[in-house]
């Protein structure tokens, strides 16, 4: 039987709006111990602002980190 371990990192409806435009759609998403992540996407889709939101340097507009 595999163990499962609680997630790491959790973005639960994670939104940024910055000067009165949206940089990130609401944005779920679970994070464990041990797993590879790749964020990818076109240019100004929110992918630096999604890892700036995780490190902190963003606080989102909406959900919780």
Do not use: N, W, Y
Request: charged share 10%; aromatic share 4%.
């Amino acid at each position: 039987m595999a163990l499962v371990s609680p997630p790491l990192l959790v973005f639960d409806q994670v939104s940024v709006h910055l000067g009165g435009r949206q940089i990130l759609s609401p944005t779920s998403l679970q994070v464990a111990a041990g797993e590879f992540v790749c964020v990818i996407g076109p240019s100004g889709c929110g992918k630096t602002t999604l890892l700036r939101a995780a490190a902190g340097f963003v606080q989102p507009s909406g959900g919780q980190v």
